[in-house]
């Protein structure tokens, strides 16, 4: 028989337990029955409104203090609207998905022809919290009462990726949670490859199947023997773990192998292909800075579950990641353009290997020497000293004493920031797919992607706009090489254009085109989904974007990723050698690649900058308006009210006029980027400052796609 004491010890353990919440289903039936959103009470228990989707769908719990504060709200809700006494229905037991084959995945047996299926995930799909505490039985749980979208491709039915967190939890799209058994690198790539059930179809049928790609925390690396963060001064310098890594060596030893970028922050393991069995698989480490802030804001510090949301959305509007956000789109042209695609070898009937037109092929080409850097091979060896072409995004301050006393007068400065520039550039953009060839004293022709010596020095234009020749606004000095928007433009604008000599490209096509839809589909409908939808009109398209990051921070990151996604694959066609080792005239990796191609990166900026002039001229003649600055993709203007309405053309109709900015969500509209004093900019220009680069309110860098 218990003693007093062992049974008040027993007692007091109950007490000490935590509150017993209600099921989730009463949790949500008493919420609505007192007429709270989840929103209200998400602001009440100072959370979520994610948070209060999982409590109610059972996916997670609250944890102190909410608990005790949850746990009251609903006492005291249940004293006010009692249950009615139906009868109750059994509850349905939990379903577990079943476990995958250890076995290899079935083979992809799409015929050439056949277009493959493209996946689909909910974007506002809740996801799940961090879960207490795990089974002590490995399981795969299922998302509450929300099944995997029919049209997932069945061969990877948990999505693209996952964040593995140090508890052994793999969080996948969806709300997916998978158990992770891998206590190894070497592990976790092989149950990754057999058992994760995570991929992607190719985005194209002559493509690729997308890698797996395996998301690190802190804890999950330290977990598999990485260190948290690389030390030492070589180890950040490269940003890679030494050859003589505990890990490195596993891999190694386990017959794996490691990309010529190492084991870093974007780490690929492989082997050869088995047949059509790709394996590989993508890992990226958190902790060391794998998710750049500039382009994932805030994502790095977000729950496992939250970044599996925000990567799986980019992986499915977009690509999955396979390293920096520049990378990915570079990635991204050549899965939306395969270089290669299966031809009937017509001796043997077999299926080969051929070249797809329209792709930029297999083989690295070089460039014509102006287009090159001034590094490269072809110039060294060439003894180039013909010039260069200079085709970057706008640097521009006007000059102070050319503003009016009218302009000083005006109380307000308004920036201007145009929606992905360079994506509404890429739109049918024609740019050249063979060798460059070699003219002397040819006839100008618009239609011929290359570049062009010319001498544009004779064309006057307003002072109170930039030169749309020059990134720095400044009129020619002479003959200059220039890309064939900038020529084109020039004719455009009434001159006759003799060029010198030329670089052009007999084979051409819009290699962009697919990689722009895809980008631009991503841009409008995570916009679409933030609330910024193309139905608004320009004040409510205002006050849409003036609250849309707070909407949903997750979405708001994605958002930030595609548009990173856009600069930083235009600035990956012309990336420059790396390393203090490097000498001018030798080769670096990057040349290797067949998407090394500075003279489609000169077609993109071209035609954004000619773009943005042809708008500030086009203001100018409809409103009498000339512009303070232009950044990149920012322009600044003076106004007599704090607000874009205030001084952009509107028609008596009130529809904006054709021509000049126009307000909107698309590539190519534009949006507010910032309000200040008319005096502000005024010192700053007289200091020799930029404007468009403060107008923010904080220190915005130039990002012209390098």
């Known amino acids: 028989m218990a003693s007093e004491e062992e049974l008040f010890a027993s007692v007091d353990a109950l007490l000490k337990e935590e509150p017993q919440l209600p099921p989730p289903a009463e949790r949500a039936r008493l919420r609505e029955a007192a007429g709270i ?141 998978l158990d992770c058994p891998a206590t190894t690198i070497v592990e976790l790539v092989e149950w990754t490859l057999r058992e994760s059930g995570l991929g992607a179809p190719k985005l194209h049928r002559y493509g690729k199947d997308s890698d797996p790609l395996i998301v690190l925390t802190a804890a999950a690396a330290v977990k598999l023997g990485l260190p948290e963060r690389l030390e030492g001064h070589e180890q950040r310098r490269s940003l890679r773990l030494p050859e003589d890594h505990p890990v490195v060596k596993q891999v190694a030893k386990a017959k794996w192998q490691l990309t010529q970028r190492g084991f870093g922050p974007w780490a690929r393991i492989y082997r050869k292909a088995q047949g059509r069995d790709r394996q590989c698989v993508q890992l990226a480490v958190l902790s060391w800075d794998a998710l750049d802030e500039r382009a994932w804001p805030d994502v790095a510090e977000m729950e496992p579950a939250d970044i599996a949301r925000v990567l799986g959305v980019y992986a499915q509007r977009v690509i999955t990641p396979r390293g920096s956000t520049a990378v990915s789109g570079l990635e991204l042209m050549t899965a939306m353009r395969p270089p290669t695609k299966p031809e009937r070898d017509t001796e043997t009937g077999n299926w080969i290997s051929g070249h797809n037109p329209g792709s930029l092929g297999t083989q690295p080409m070089d460039p014509a020497p102006p ?132 670089y052009l490209r007999k084979e051409t096509g819009a290699y962009l085109d697919p990689w722009h839809d895809r980008l631009k589909n991503a841009y409008v409908d995570t916009l679409a989904d933030l609330g910024v939808t193309k139905d608004l009109d320009d004040h409510q398209f205002l006050a849409a974007m003036e609250q849309h990051k707070q909407v949903d921070p997750a979405l708001a990151a994605v958002l930030a990723a595609v548009k990173a996604t856009v600069k930083g694959g235009v600035g990956k066609l012309r990336e420059r050698p790396q390393g203090k080792h490097y000498r001018d005239g030798e080769r670096w990796p990057a040349l290797e690649r067949p998407t090394w191609r500075p003279d489609i990166r000169a077609a993109v900026i071209s035609k954004a900058r000619v773009n943005m002039h042809r708008k500030l001229n086009n203001m100018a003649t409809m409103t009498g308006l000339f512009p303070l600055a232009v950044l990149s993709d920012c322009v600044v203007y003076p106004s007599p009210g704090a607000s874009p309405l205030d001084f952009l053309p509107y028609a008596a109709s009130g529809k904006p006029q054709p021509g000049g900015f126009r307000l909107g969500p698309t590539p190519g509209l534009a949006k507010l980027e910032g309000v200040q004093e008319m005096l502000w900019a005024i010192d700053l220009m007289e200091k020799g400052l930029n404007p468009a680069r403060h107008i923010k309110g904080g220190d915005s860098v130039l990002d012209e796609g390098e």
């Open 37 to 177: 959103t989840q929103a209200r009470l998400a602001v009440a228990l100072k959370t979520s409104t994610q948070s209060i989707k999982n409590w109610e769908n059972g996916r997670s719990e609250p944890k102190e203090p909410r608990l005790t504060a949850y746990q009251r709200l609903l006492n005291g809700w249940a004293a006010k609207h009692p249950k009615h006494p139906t009868p109750e229905a059994p509850a349905a037991a939990p379903q577990r998905m079943p476990e995958r084959s250890t076995g290899s995945a079935a083979p992809d047996v799409i015929e050439p022809e056949a277009e493959p299926t493209e996946p689909v995930q909910a974007p506002d799909t809740p996801a799940p919290e961090r879960p207490a505490d795990r089974p002590a039985t490995p399981s795969r749980r299922p998302a509450a009462k929300k099944a995997v979208p029919a049209t997932l491709d069945p061969r990877f039915p948990h999505g693209p990726l996952a964040v593995l967190d140090g508890d052994g939890s793999a969080y996948a799209v969806n709300g997916i949670v």
């Open 371 to 502: 287009e090159a850097t001034p590094e490269h091979p072809v110039v060294v060896r060439s003894g180039w000293t013909g010039g260069f072409l200079n085709e970057e995004a706008y640097q521009w301050v006007r000059p102070v004493d050319s503003l009016s006393d009218e302009e000083c007068m005006l109380p307000f400065a308004v920036g201007l920031d145009l929606n992905t520039a360079f994506l509404a550039a890429a739109a049918r953009l024609v740019v050249g797919l063979s060798a460059p060839d070699h003219f002397h004293n040819v006839k100008f022709n618009p239609k011929i992607p290359g570049s062009w010596l010319v001498d544009l020095s004779g064309i006057e234009l307003d002072p109170r706009l930039p030169s749309p020749f020059t990134p720095d606004g400044s009129r020619p000095t002479g003959p200059a090489w220039y890309q064939t928007h900038t020529v084109a433009y020039a004719q455009e604008l009434g001159h006759d254009v003799h060029p010198i000599e030329a």
